[in-house]
């Protein structure tokens, strides 16, 4: 192991999509202002880049949200993928939402909000939804759907080229990333954190980013942080001693395919969505009724299959409060994706699309699936959390907050405000800027 140095201006924690966007960012931007650069910047991973959720994600970029001023994110983050997205596996597809007639209000709202802040989308309602969606794809089953969204400027990385590329890219800046380090604790002065513990070493710094994913929790923890908070919503209402992370288990995998996956002009198709709020699903679309998952996504095979394939997932599962982190990701047998799962996910292709009847035999027989930690209202958290540690706690979304690293160096290097980053604050559980319902089944908000 190269010897990590006893002293740093910036120590990054965690090589994941946040470690590494926002180290390298935040080299660009020392280097921009005179103040330095990457020499000034650690990454410390206990393992290796894209040892988290970052290395097994689906890499889904859509801005399909309630939270209006996460609209706002993902303009910065389409614009991160879209500074190198050959490096970054990035195709800028766009992403197909398509409902059922009582979502065209929200998504009304959604439509309304992306194009605001210049996140071009359109809105299909009724028989043009229909039309718009058999003109993508000619055998799609649309009884039932009366609304679609298209966000043109989404699209899907690939993981591990998106965690290469941007390794690389800090690299390119004089950024050192340390595999196989890990913080085992914080020492503290004066309410600053002065020095991290590592299994290598102490390290003395000056200001500490955590890009923790579900470590998350555990480094709160480890910083003396509460484990619950009262929050306080816009309408005066208040959800007493809330967790402050909430583990969900997230349900992807893949299915081999046997003619190539294409739009009917022949182009790779934009990500789709599709929510069935009262259409129930039928194994391999037409037999026996499936268990009620809501949603289904799906899109081109990743990079990670070794046959033409696409890779796909449906609502998340909750966990709880407590979770087991180690071993992470395909390597923890309580967290893998069950049977049902390949049921559901089949099912609803088939049931969607015929092109996919008899597919269920071609579900990839693997490990699939993995944690995140949520936030108490299941909206990101981007704050300092001590006067000298900044934390990214993107509550699983992190393909799609790739923009919060380049907003967050401008803050590092010395900036006072980042009004995009503003919303996200810690405070605003006790202001009354709570986000959302506080007990949604789904924690997409
Ligand atoms: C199955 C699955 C599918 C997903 N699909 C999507 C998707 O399609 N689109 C999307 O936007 N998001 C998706 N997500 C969410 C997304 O992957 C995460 O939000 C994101 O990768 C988190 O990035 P991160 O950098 O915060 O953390 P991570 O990628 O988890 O990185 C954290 C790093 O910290 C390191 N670490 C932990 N403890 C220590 C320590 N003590 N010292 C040093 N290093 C430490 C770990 O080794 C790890 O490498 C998915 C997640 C999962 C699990």
Known sequence: MTAIPASVTYAVIGAGIHGLSTAWHLAMELEAKGKGGGKDIVVLDKTAPGAGASGIACGCVRNLYMTEPLHAILRHSVDVWMHDPVRFGFQQVGYVSAGEGNQLPDYERLHASQ??????SDLYAGKDAKKFLKGIWPDFNVDGIDVALHEKPSGYAGTLQAIAGLAQKCVEHGVKIFSGVEVTGYDMENGRVRKLRTNAGDIKCDVVVLGLGAWTGKHWDMLGLPNALDLRYKDGSVTPNKDMWTYWRLLEGEVYIDKPYRTADDRDPPVLHVELMTTPVKEDGAGKELADHLYVYWKNGAERMDRPGVQGGTIPIKIGPKATLDPYGHANDEYQAETNFADYLTGAMAQLMPRFKGHRKNFRERRNGGIGAFTPD??????????????????????????????????????????????????????????GASNSHCPWV
């Not at 290097?413 to 202001?431: I, K």
């Open 115 to 120: 194009n605001r802040v210049g996140y071009p």
């Open 378 to 435: 299941n909206v990101p958290i981007f704050d300092w959390i001590k006067p000298n540690v900044y934390m990214i706690a993107d509550s699983n979304h992190g393909f799609k907050m790739t923009g919060v690293g380049k907003l967050a160096a401008r803050l590092l290097a010395g900036g006072n405000r980042v009004p995009e980053l503003e919303p996200f604050a810690l405070s605003r559980f006790s202001d009354g800027r709570t986000f």
